[in-house]
């Protein structure tokens, strides 16, 4: 018996939390009573640690951040101007170095978001709005800070098929920068969704698509 709770003790969260008049990272502790901050470091079950900061006026939480090693994992949430917003990186990363197939429905198109009536083709529309690709990936990535502390910076190559349904699959990473990059990269296009899919003559159809997203620092 003594045994099994040891174990279960040995298994459990276990966790720390510190106290702060400000935001700001590396400034000097306080005591409870005098904090308007909160931060919780969450050591988990499955190794991961996830670093949580709490408004504690607001009874908010401004961010989260899960960590396996150095790749995100989990929900994140992060402050933007309207609030708090959420990422998911809840998924394996995946490497691979296969290309889209010769017999894509549409080949050799510069742009699968642009209508190409001398093929017939009419372009997906993005459930949210944006015109075009890049429009939605600059509303929708972040470029995570431990990369930028880091000077890490570079284009992510990735793949990804939009099915005759409209749903995004298959997305991997062909040729990478950096494992935070690499998964901010495939957060932002497994986001995507589709109002229409593509159609080709009249009728749905499935594209594959390669491309970069660039992560450039000013």
């Given at each position: 018996m003594s045994f099994l709770m040891g174990l279960m003790v040995c298994n459990a969260?276990?966790?720390e939390t510190?106290?702060?008049?400000t935001s700001s990272?590396?400034?000097?502790?306080?005591?409870?009573d005098k904090a308007k901050y909160s931060q919780t470091i969450t050591q988990n079950e499955d190794g991961s640690i996830?670093?949580?900061r709490t408004n504690l006026k607001k009874n908010i939480v401004e961010s989260s951040e899960t960590l396996k090693g150095e790749e995100p994992f989990g929900i994140w949430i992060y402050l933007r101007g309207?609030?708090?917003?959420?990422?998911?990186?809840?998924?394996?990363?995946?490497?691979?170095?296969?290309?889209?197939p010769k017999e894509n429905v549409v080949p050799n198109m510069n742009d699968y978001f642009v209508d190409n009536p001398g093929q017939?083709?009419?372009?997906?529309?993005?459930?949210?709005?944006?015109e075009s690709l890049p429009q939605f990936v600059g509303r929708n990535m972040v470029y995570p800070a431990k990369a930028r502390r880091?000077?890490?910076?570079?284009?992510?190559?990735v793949t990804f098929t939009i099915t005759k349904q409209g749903n995004t699959e298959n997305v991997y990473v062909t040729k990478g920068v950096h494992l935070v990059l690499d998964k901010?990269?495939?957060?932002?296009?497994?986001?995507?969704?589709?109002?229409?899919?593509?159609?080709?003559?009249?009728?749905?159809?499935?594209?594959?698509?390669?491309?970069p997203l660039k992560f450039k620092l000013a």
């Open positions: 969260q276990t966790s510190k106290y702060y008049k990272h590396g400034e000097e502790e306080v005591s409870q996830t670093k949580t309207n609030g708090p917003a959420e990422m998911d990186y809840n998924f394996e990363l995946v490497y691979s170095q296969d290309k889209c017939g083709y009419v372009a997906p529309k993005i459930s949210t709005g944006e880091g000077g890490i910076q570079g284009a992510v190559w901010e990269a495939v957060r932002v296009i497994r986001k995507l969704k589709f109002s229409k899919p593509p159609m080709v003559n009249g009728q749905p159809a499935y594209v594959c698509i390669t491309m």
